[in-house]
């Protein structure tokens, strides 16, 4: 079972549309941050939120972290086909010295 | 910014061999390393987790005497696939962490493992 469950598993879009992946745990979490992995690639940290209630903007991408530190979201704006790529939550938490990450979510924008 | 290096990328090896994969901080010291395995399209499975001048802690399912990890200085950490099988064929994936903080994790870029 996954500490770290994410919503929708796979997603394919237009170039231009929105879209909101989600990430969700039923226990807290000190931390939260959002990955990017290519294929054959190690993923590559886009944001860390630490405080609940949290937003971050990264360009067309907001970052929210929940009010209870157990869930995050991603939203992003006008989706382009270099938004491709397999996009992973991850999170250490208070009780455990260890650092999890979510079952992922692959997108594909389409031109 | 915090880099950390892994070697090799990929390794082919047969049936019954061992396989070392290193994965070192270059520019930070590591207190504690993670282990990570990735098959296709999934998400990354905690293997283990190592500190410094101590045992690795093991994942649930994680064979330790399949999977040694050894973690002998504050910037080396290494995964040996002993006796390694096909099905030990997958993505492996190291992290570091500088620190306590429970964020500020760097990842090294991979290493595909093939048995043949």
């Known amino acids: 079972t996954q500490l770290l469950e994410q919503s929708p598993q796979f997603l394919s879009i237009q170039e231009g549309e929105n879209l909101t992946v989600y990430c969700n745990s039923s226990s807290v979490f000190s931390s939260l941050q959002w990955y990017r992995q290519e294929p054959g690639e190690g993923p590559v940290l886009l944001v860390t939120v630490v405080t609940g209630g949290e937003v971050k903007k990264l360009k067309r991408l907001t970052f929210q972290f929940g009010d209870a530190r157990k869930d995050s979201s991603l939203h992003i704006t006008a989706a382009q086909p270099g938004d491709t790529g397999l996009y992973l939550c991850a999170g250490g938490g208070y009780n455990f010295n260890k650092f999890y990450f979510g079952s992922g979510t692959k997108l594909n924008v389409k031109p | 910014g915090a880099v950390v290096s892994q070697h090799p990328s990929r390794v082919i090896c047969k049936s019954g061999t061992s396989v070392k994969i290193e994965c070192r901080s270059l520019?930070?010291?590591?207190?504690?390393m993670f282990w990570y395995r990735q098959f296709p399209k999934q998400s990354l499975m905690l293997m283990a987790t190592?500190?410094?001048?101590?045992?690795?802690?093991?994942e649930q399912g994680v064979e330790k005497d399949k999977f040694l990890i050894n973690h002998a200085s504050l910037t080396l950490s290494t995964l040996t696939v002993t006796s390694a099988h096909p099905e030990d064929s997958s993505f492996y994936i190291c992290?570091?962490?500088?620190?306590?903080?429970?964020?500020?994790?760097?990842f090294g870029s991979g290493t595909r493992l093939t048995v043949v």
């Open positions: 992290s570091a962490r500088e620190g306590i903080a429970n964020y500020g994790y760097t």
């Open positions: 190592s500190n410094e001048g101590s045992k690795a802690t093991y």
């Open positions: 520019d930070f010291q590591a207190t504690t």
